[in-house]
């Protein structure tokens, strides 16, 4: 018989050994995760961490890795699946973004992500909903959270709450001025967040297109996107929205970005040209990307980022 397994004497001074109930709750939620997609008749998927060409986007700078980078966000070849034929497919991987470090942040984090063919970003907020409560009554068997003394009910439904609505309840300037003054992300980021914090999960929806370069435009209002972040307790949890399949439409909208990038100064890509060969293919779909370290930390009722996983960069 093997010797009963005893921890080394020094590992309470190490930070992994304070932290094993987040860690060991971070192994209960992935496994809720999995579960709910797995019952749901989603099938789990494997892409690539390493790609030439990842989507240009204004703010999101990729980290070089020889002669391609690591990924952003597994989008686009999940996307590539979908034009192959899959319906519903979901992936938790390592992402990867340069000079992202922070309370919030890593440069290298985990995310959950997930798309579904024929449905829209409507279907989204609800099964978004679902996926939330069911991986807390799996954790805790309750149906709210509790964060800083105050119970977060997730029993449906949650508040959908329009961008345009946002800024007239919280800012001090409309949508449209923030835009023309450039000021839309410091107003979204100081005004409205914070806001966000109340005894419900809120959805946030209806973006400025042009604020969302993989998105669809709302057929009633194509200066709208048809996407949302879901905020819990002030924290945001999740991006997501309707996708774009016009592909001519969609080249137009990454060289904007490139464009975008080299005035700012930022490093350029290459053109996603696989992805972009793929789009006619893709069916109307819609996709998500969740922050699984954030969804520990709202389960941990953790406050920094560094609560939840088990090595940050610092620690080497």
């Not at 952003?72 to 390592?94: D, H, N, V, W």
């Not at 966000?196 to 009633?220: H, I, N, S």
């Not at 080249?251 to 464009?259: K, S, V």
Request: a negative charge.
């Amino acid at each position: 018989m093997p010797p009963a397994f005893a921890p080394p004497k020094a590992s309470a001074v190490f930070r992994q050994g304070q932290i094993r109930a987040n860690l060991e709750l971070r192994g209960r939620v992935i496994h809720a995760v999995r579960r709910f997609f797995t019952e749901a008749n989603f099938l789990e998927v494997d892409t690539p961490v390493r790609t030439p060409a990842p989507a240009p986007e204004l703010h999101i700078d990729a980290i070089a890795s020889e002669d391609g980078f690591l990924h952003t966000s597994p989008e686009l070849y999940m996307k590539r699946l979908l034009a192959s034929g899959y319906e519903r497919i979901f992936q938790i991987c390592k992402c990867f973004r340069r000079d992202e470090r922070g309370g919030r942040h890593l440069p290298e984090f985990t995310m959950l992500e997930w798309y579904v063919a024929g449905a829209d970003y409507r279907y989204l907020m609800d099964q978004t909903e679902s996926l939330i409560r069911s991986v807390c009554r799996q954790v805790h068997g309750v149906d709210y959270l509790v964060r800083r003394g105050r119970r977060i009910s997730l029993l449906p439904s949650w508040p959908r709450l329009t961008v345009e609505e946002a800024f007239r309840r919280y800012a001090e300037t409309d949508m449209a001025a923030a835009l023309t003054d450039e000021r839309f992300d410091e107003a979204i980021a100081f005004a409205i967040e914070p806001r966000l914090a109340g005894e419900t999960p809120v959805f946030l929806c209806d973006y400025p297109a042009g604020k969302t370069p993989l998105a669809r435009p709302r057929a009633d209002r194509p200066d709208l996107a048809e996407r949302f972040e879901l905020y819990i307790d002030g924290l945001e949890i999740c991006n997501a929205f309707s996708e774009l399949t016009d592909a001519a439409e969609q080249r137009r909208r990454f060289d904007a970005e490139l464009a975008a990038r080299k005035a700012l100064g930022r490093p350029g890509y290459p053109v996603p040209e696989a992805f972009l060969s793929a789009l006619p293919a893709m069916p109307e779909s819609a996709g998500c990307a969740l922050g699984l370290d954030r969804l520990v930390m709202l389960f941990a009722g953790a406050e920094r980022i560094d609560e939840v996983v088990a090595f940050v960069p610092e620690e080497g």
